[in-house]
C-alpha cells in the first residue's frame, strides 16, 4: 500500500510559484505598488531558491527584467511562465502537492473564485497549462472538488487544520456531511485526523476564513495564531474563542501544541472606510526563511520576535504587505511552495518557459 502524506510547508522546496499582478487583473488601479511588493518579495527569495512566475500576455517581460535588474534580483533563478490568468492568488489556484512514497504527486483542485465570488475560470486552467509546458517533473492528478490552498494547514506529521466556514461552505462543494469532506481529505492527504476551527474570521476576506488567515503550523508540533488583545475590536471575541479552541487540541499522538500568540495589528481601512484584513498569520516559509507581512504599525516587530521563536531554523524577514490587503490577501495568498523534486530540470536549468 502506497504512503501517502501532505508535508509541512518546512519541508524542502524546489520552488516558490507566484503570478505577477498584470493590467488585466483587480490591481490595475493600482499596479505599481502592487508590483513593489512582489519585487520586494523577489529580492529576498531569488537569493535563497528558485522562483516560479505566471506572467499573463498584457505584460511586458523585457520591462519586467530591466526591475529585476534595477532591484538586485538574481534573475538566474527567477523563472517566466507565459500563461493568462485571471487574478494572483497563487496559494488557491496552484497545485498542492503531496508525497507519495516520498514521491510528489501534484494534485490540481477546482477553484471557483472562492465560492463563485469572482470569475476563475482562467485561474482553474493554469495548472494544466503549466503541466502541458512541461513545468513538473511529477505528475498531476486532476480532482473534481473545489479547495483552495489557503484553506487548509498540515504539520506534517498526520494532522490538517482548517475551518468550518470555508470547507463546510456551500458555495464550494454544496451541502455535504462533515463526515464526508472528512473521508476525502484523508484519502487526499494521508492525515490521521482534522482539526476544526469552529470561530474566527476577518473582516474583509474573502475567502470565507480561510485557515492561513487565522492559524498555523510550526515546527515541534508548534500552533502559531492571530490573537486579538484589544477588547473593543470587533474581532476580540470571536479571535478569543478560536484561541480557547486551538488550546485544546491536540497532535496525532493526542499531545497538545506549544501555542504562540501573534499580536493584534493596529486596525487598516481602505481610503473608501472598509476594514481591510490585516494578519500576521499570512506568513510564507521557504527554505531556512520565513518572510511575514508587515502593515507599518508598532506591532509588526513584536510579530516578527515570535515568529523568530517559533521557526528558529529560518531567518525571519517582515515584508511591507500593505498593498495586498486592499485586494483582500497578504503574502501567504500570493504565493506557493512547490516541493523538491516536483519542476522539470529543464526548467531549472533555463529561464523561461
Given at each position: 500500500?502506497?504512503?501517502?502524506?501532505?508535508?509541512?510547508?518546512?519541508?524542502?522546496?524546489?520552488?516558490?510559484?507566484?503570478?505577477?499582478?498584470?493590467?488585466?487583473?483587480?490591481?490595475?488601479?493600482?499596479?505599481?505598488?502592487?508590483?513593489?511588493?512582489?519585487?520586494?518579495?523577489?529580492?529576498?527569495?531569488?537569493?535563497?531558491?528558485?522562483v516560479?512566475?505566471?506572467?499573463?500576455?498584457?505584460?511586458?517581460?523585457?520591462?519586467?527584467?530591466?526591475?529585476?535588474?534595477?532591484?538586485?534580483?538574481?534573475?538566474?533563478r527567477?523563472h517566466?511562465?507565459?500563461?493568462?490568468?485571471?487574478?494572483?492568488?497563487?496559494?488557491?489556484?496552484?497545485?498542492?502537492?503531496?508525497?507519495?512514497?516520498?514521491?510528489?504527486?501534484?494534485?490540481?483542485?477546482?477553484?471557483?473564485?472562492?465560492?463563485?465570488?469572482?470569475?476563475?475560470?482562467?485561474?482553474?486552467?493554469?495548472?494544466?497549462?503549466?503541466?502541458?509546458?512541461?513545468?513538473?517533473?511529477?505528475?498531476?492528478?486532476?480532482?473534481?472538488?473545489?479547495?483552495?490552498?489557503?484553506?487548509?494547514?498540515?504539520?506534517?506529521?498526520g494532522?490538517?487544520?482548517?475551518?468550518?466556514?470555508?470547507?463546510?461552505?456551500?458555495?464550494?462543494?454544496g451541502?455535504?456531511?462533515?463526515?464526508a469532506?472528512?473521508?476525502?481529505?484523508?484519502?487526499?492527504?494521508?492525515?490521521?485526523?482534522?482539526?476544526?476551527?469552529?470561530?474566527?474570521?476577518?473582516?474583509?476576506?474573502?475567502?470565507?476564513?480561510?485557515?492561513?488567515?487565522?492559524?498555523?503550523?510550526?515546527?515541534?508540533h508548534?500552533?502559531?495564531?492571530?490573537?486579538?488583545?484589544?477588547?473593543?475590536?470587533?474581532?476580540?471575541?470571536?479571535?478569543?474563542a478560536?484561541?480557547?479552541?486551538?488550546?485544546?487540541?491536540?497532535?496525532?499522538?493526542?499531545?497538545?501544541?506549544?501555542?504562540?500568540?501573534?499580536?493584534?495589528?493596529?486596525?487598516?481601512?481602505?481610503?473608501?472606510?472598509?476594514?481591510?484584513?490585516?494578519?500576521?498569520?499570512?506568513?510564507?516559509?521557504?527554505?531556512?526563511?520565513?518572510?511575514?507581512?508587515?502593515?507599518?504599525?508598532?506591532?509588526?516587530?513584536?510579530?516578527?520576535?515570535?515568529?523568530?521563536?517559533?521557526?528558529?531554523?529560518?531567518?525571519?524577514?517582515?515584508?511591507?504587505?500593505?498593498?495586498?490587503?486592499?485586494?483582500?490577501?497578504?503574502?501567504?495568498?500570493?504565493?506557493?511552495?512547490?516541493?523538491?523534486?516536483?519542476l522539470?530540470?529543464?526548467?531549472?536549468?533555463?529561464?523561461?518557459?
Amino acid at each position: 500500500m502506497s504512503q501517502r502524506y501532505l508535508p509541512a510547508e518546512w519541508n524542502p522546496q524546489d520552488a516558490i510559484l507566484i503570478t505577477w499582478p498584470h493590467p488585466d487583473s483587480d490591481w490595475a488601479d493600482a499596479l505599481s505598488d502592487a508590483e513593489d511588493v512582489y519585487l520586494d518579495l523577489l529580492s529576498s527569495l531569488s537569493h535563497t531558491q528558485d522562483v516560479v512566475i505566471q506572467v499573463h500576455a498584457s505584460i511586458d517581460t523585457d520591462r519586467l527584467k530591466v526591475m529585476f535588474e534595477r532591484d538586485g534580483i538574481n534573475q538566474a533563478r527567477c523563472h517566466l511562465v507565459l500563461v493568462d490568468g485571471d487574478d494572483t492568488w497563487a496559494r488557491d489556484h496552484a497545485p498542492i502537492t503531496v508525497l507519495e512514497n516520498e514521491q510528489p504527486l501534484l494534485l490540481d483542485f477546482t477553484f471557483n473564485g472562492w465560492g463563485e465570488k469572482f470569475d476563475a475560470r482562467n485561474d482553474n486552467a493554469l495548472n494544466q497549462s503549466m503541466a502541458d509546458k512541461g513545468l513538473f517533473a511529477a505528475p498531476m492528478k486532476t480532482v473534481d472538488w473545489v479547495l483552495e490552498g489557503g484553506s487548509i494547514e498540515s504539520d506534517g506529521q498526520g494532522t490538517l487544520l482548517s475551518t468550518t466556514a470555508c470547507l463546510m461552505n456551500p458555495n464550494r462543494n454544496g451541502d455535504q456531511p462533515r463526515s464526508a469532506v472528512e473521508t476525502r481529505l484523508k484519502t487526499w492527504f494521508g492525515v490521521q485526523q482534522i482539526l476544526w476551527l469552529e470561530n474566527g474570521a476577518l473582516a474583509g476576506d474573502d475567502t470565507d476564513a480561510h485557515i492561513d488567515t487565522l492559524a498555523r503550523f510550526a515546527p515541534e508540533h508548534t500552533l502559531v495564531f492571530q490573537g486579538c488583545q484589544d477588547e473593543t475590536d470587533a474581532h476580540f471575541e470571536a479571535l478569543s474563542a478560536m484561541k480557547r479552541e486551538l488550546e485544546t487540541f491536540t497532535n496525532a499522538d493526542g499531545k497538545p501544541y506549544r501555542l504562540i500568540e501573534l499580536p493584534w495589528p493596529d486596525a487598516q481601512f481602505s481610503q473608501n472606510g472598509q476594514r481591510l484584513p490585516a494578519t500576521y498569520a499570512n506568513f510564507l516559509v521557504a527554505n531556512q526563511l520565513l518572510l511575514v507581512p508587515t502593515y507599518g504599525v508598532p506591532q509588526d516587530g513584536a510579530a516578527l520576535e515570535r515568529l523568530a521563536d517559533a521557526f528558529p531554523g529560518h531567518r525571519v524577514v517582515g515584508l511591507a504587505s500593505r498593498a495586498l490587503i486592499e485586494q483582500g490577501g497578504s503574502l501567504h495568498c500570493i504565493t506557493m511552495q512547490l516541493p523538491k523534486g516536483t519542476l522539470s530540470q529543464s526548467l531549472l536549468d533555463s529561464q523561461d518557459l
